[in-house]
C-alpha cells in the first residue's frame, strides 16, 4: 500500500474544513447528512472539528457494486433521512470523482425542501469530474488513482485504514477473494 495522504495530513486539513464549515454555518439550522458507508469516518471527524450547533443525519448511496472499481448505476436509500425542512443541508461524502452520486443525491434532496443544500468532501477526483457541479469544500484534490482507507473501501475492506493510500494489484485480489491481511498496509502508515 502507498501512503497517498497520512493521517497527520488528513487531520489537519479537516480541521481547517470544520473551521470554514462553522464559519459559514453560524446562526444557521445546519444539518450535516453523511452519504453511507464512505463518509463515516470523515463525519466523526469532522463534526468534531466544527464548532457550532448542528445534526447529524446519514443517506445511503452506491455507485460502485461491490469489488468494481468503475462507476456502476447509482441507488439511493432515503429510508434514513429525517425531516429536512428548512434546515440548511451540508452533504458529506467521501470523494467526488465523475460527480454523479452528488447530482442524483442534491435530485433527492430536493423533495425534502431544505432551504439550502451544499456539499463537502475530502477528495475531489477533478480530472474525471463529468458534471457542471463542483464540491464547495473539499480536502484534497488527487490523481485519477484509485484509493482506500479512511473511510474508502474495495469491496468493503480498507476503510479502516487511518491514511489514504493506493493499493498494490495484489492487495485487490485479496481483497477480492476475501483472504486479505490488512496487517502491512496498517504497518506502512507509520
Ligand atoms: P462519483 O459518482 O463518480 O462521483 O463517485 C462517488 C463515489 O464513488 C464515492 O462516494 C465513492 O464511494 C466511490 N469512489 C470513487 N472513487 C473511489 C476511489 O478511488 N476509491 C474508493 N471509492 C471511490
Ligand atoms: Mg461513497
Known amino acids: 500500500m502507498r501512503v497517498l495522504i497520512s493521517e497527520a ?3 489537519q486539513r479537516v480541521a481547517v474544513l470544520g473551521r470554514q464549515i462553522s464559519e459559514h454555518y453560524r446562526g ?23 464548532d457550532l450547533p448542528l ?12 469489488m468494481r472499481t468503475s462507476p456502476g448505476e447509482l441507488s439511493i436509500n432515503r429510508a434514513l433521512v429525517p425531516d429536512l425542512r428548512g434546515r440548511d443541508v451540508l452533504v458529506l461524502d467521501d470523494i467526488f470523482d465523475t460527480g454523479r452520486t452528488m447530482v ?3 435530485e433527492t434532496l430536493e423533495e425534502f425542501q431544505p432551504s439550502s443544500v451544499r456539499c463537502a468532501v475530502l477528495l475531489w477526483k477533478k480530472q474525471r469530474t463529468c458534471v457542471e457541479m463542483e464540491p464547495d469544500y473539499f480536502g484534497f484534490q488527487i490523481p ?4 482506500v482507507g ?6 468493503d475492506e480498507f476503510r479502516h485504514l487511518p491514511f489514504i493510500g493506493v493499493p498494490e494489484s495484489a492487495e485487490l485480489k485479496n481483497a477480492e ?14
Request: proline share 2%.
Open 150 to 155: 479512511y473511510g474508502m473501501d474495495f469491496n
Open 144 to 147: 485519477d488513482e484509485f484509493v
Open 104 to 106: 442524483g443525491l442534491f
Open 28 to 50: 444557521r439550522p445546519l444539518t450535516i447528512l453523511g452519504v453511507l458507508t464512505g463518509s463515516v469516518v470523515l463525519l466523526a471527524d469532522l463534526i468534531r472539528a466544527a
Open 55 to 66: 445534526k447529524v443525519a446519514l443517506i445511503q448511496a452506491s455507485s460502485y457494486g461491490g
Open 177 to 190: 477473494s476475501g483472504t486479505s491481511d490488512n496487517t502491512e498496509a496498517i504497518g506502512s502508515s507509520e
Open 9 to 11: 495530513e488528513i487531520q
